[in-house]
């Protein structure tokens, strides 16, 4: 397996704008889907973005489609996600996770998970 640790998380206004790391380590990290998920203080763990191994699909929620960007660099081993025009909404633990197979995977599909990292976005 792969181990992640995510960075970048804070506290930011509404309409500001955050970049989340993911740090991989282990050489296979170019093999993986990727994806960030996020759970907020009494709601289930829900997908925020997914990308396919070599970045050429990715997949959104449709409540960051436009505002967020999931993107990777493989020869750093490294996934990002830019969020833009924050809302209070988007406040939650934001997770990475590794997996295989295609498309936007459920979360059962990701077999190693970060330890998170807090976003907030006050109003």
């Known amino acids: 397996q792969v181990q992640l640790v995510e960075s970048g998380g804070g506290l930011v206004q509404v309409g500001g704008s955050l970049r989340l790391s993911c740090a991989a380590s282990g050489r296979t990290f170019s093999s993986y889907t990727m994806g960030w998920f996020r759970q907020a203080p009494g709601k289930e763990r829900e997908s925020v973005a997914t990308?396919?191994?070599?970045?050429?699909?990715?997949y959104y929620a449709d409540s960051v489609n436009g505002r967020f960007t999931i993107s990777r660099d493989n020869a750093k081993n490294t996934m990002y996600l830019q969020m833009n025009n924050l809302k209070p909404e988007d406040t939650a633990v934001y997770y990475c996770?590794?997996?295989?197979?295609?498309?936007?995977?459920?979360?059962?599909?990701?077999?190693?998970w970060g330890q998170g990292t807090q976003v907030t976005v006050s109003s």
């Open positions: 996770a590794a997996g295989h197979g295609l498309g936007p995977l459920p979360a059962a599909d990701f077999s190693s």
């Open positions: 990308i396919s191994w070599n970045g050429a699909g990715t």
